[in-house]
């Protein structure tokens, strides 16, 4: 078998667990899909996180020390990964947390010592997977697009070209796919309006199978007025911090109200991405949390052209599908491939991203 074989780690913006997934991979190709599973942070290294994040990159003073508790949680779940597989990985991709993203001033901070890791662990570590396309001016975001062209190609076909890699996590994102043309951007707020408004009114941690927003009616006035966003309406490559949108438009209007008018900015924000493509696609490949959710996935087939579907249609799975492609882009780190394009990042030129850390006991 061709390639290596690494893990990838990632914890999305919305820290609700470290992403583990292990691939065989020469980052051309993925020639075998090995196992994935989801970890949960301390509670204290996930409420150190959001509060963090929700700074917006003011008062760092705590971020070491974060950093040390998200090193440590990444030990410890990947020691247990490791063990429970019996995996002997060639390489640990290490993403680390984001805690601020902030591309108009060329900084990107994911909290996390891959040093220390590698000593941890006595393996070696890929991390700084963003700062080579921040330095050569790129926007250091989405770095996943090289791996949805891979699955696009192995996967899916090219019969449902051009197509749309869809991904909702905390904020939504896509990668468009037409023969050798790719385009990716941030698209707006994913999740995260909506869980950080479930959490405020002590609904729970998310709108779970879309109940709440399901009951409640859509505030067309605010929901409009948000939809003025300058954002949404620029040209990609561009990229945001999860906090670059707020859903305090939507105080007052009660839980169920509000969730659904929050539901519909992340539906709308979606919809009107389409304009913004070089044509209009077939399918939509939907991944990340956004996809368990029923009435966002009906709500975006009502407003999508082409078909919109779960990405585990195709035998893309897509909750290690973002740690599948961390691991993927360590591998091209390997095979110096680039990670980022301009078409991706607004990078200047073709970069190949990240660092490798190798034990230093």
């Not at 947390?97 to 662990?121: M, R, Y």
């Not at 698209?187 to 199978?209: E, F």
Request: glycine share 14%; hydrophobic share 40%.
């Amino acid at each position: 078998m061709t390639g290596w074989s690494i893990v990838g780690t990632i914890s999305g913006t919305s820290a609700d667990g470290i992403d583990l997934a292990e691939i065989n991979t020469d980052g051309r190709t993925v020639t075998r899909f090995g196992p994935a599973e989801t970890a949960g942070y301390r509670a204290k290294t996930k409420e150190d996180v959001l509060t963090a994040a929700a700074r917006k990159g003011a008062d760092r003073g705590a971020w070491p020390e974060i950093a040390a508790a998200v090193t440590a949680d990444h030990a410890a779940v990947i020691r247990t990964f490791l063990q429970t597989h019996g995996l002997q990985p060639d390489a640990i991709v290490f993403h680390g947390q984001t805690v601020w993203h902030d591309p108009k001033a060329g900084e990107t901070v994911q909290l996390g010592n891959p040093q220390a890791l590698a000593d941890e662990l006595g393996l070696q570590i890929i991390g700084d997977v963003r700062l080579a396309d921040m330095a050569e001016g790129g926007e250091g975001a989405p770095l996943v697009p090289a791996y949805h062209r891979a699955l696009a190609k192995t996967l899916v076909g090219a019969e449902h070209e051009p197509l749309c890699f869809l991904n909702i996590g905390g904020v939504s994102n896509l990668t468009f796919i037409s023969g050798d043309e790719i385009l990716a951007f941030d698209i707006g707020p994913g999740n995260a309006l909506l869980d950080d408004w479930v959490r405020g009114h002590g609904a729970g941690d998310y709108d779970a199978g879309g109940m709440l927003s399901s009951r409640g009616k859509v505030d067309a006035e605010r929901l409009a007025g948000a939809l003025e966003h300058p954002f949404l309406s620029a040209p990609g490559p561009k990229s945001l911090d999860r906090y670059s949108f707020s859903g305090d438009f939507a105080e007052g209007l009660g839980l169920e109200n509000g969730a659904a008018t929050l539901l519909a900015f992340t539906v709308e924000a979606i919809a009107r991405s389409e304009a913004l493509l070089p044509a209009t696609p077939r399918l939509w490949l939907v991944c990340g949390g956004g996809r368990h959710n029923p009435v966002l996935m009906r709500l975006l087939s009502e407003r999508l052209s082409g078909d919109v579907v779960s990405a585990d249609t195709y035998k893309i799975d897509g909750d290690a599908l973002e740690a599948q492609a961390m691991a993927f882009l360590g591998a091209r780190l390997l095979a110096g491939l680039p990670t980022t394009y301009p078409e991706t990042t607004g990078v200047g030129h073709p970069v190949s991203g990240g660092r490798l850390y190798r034990p230093s006991v």
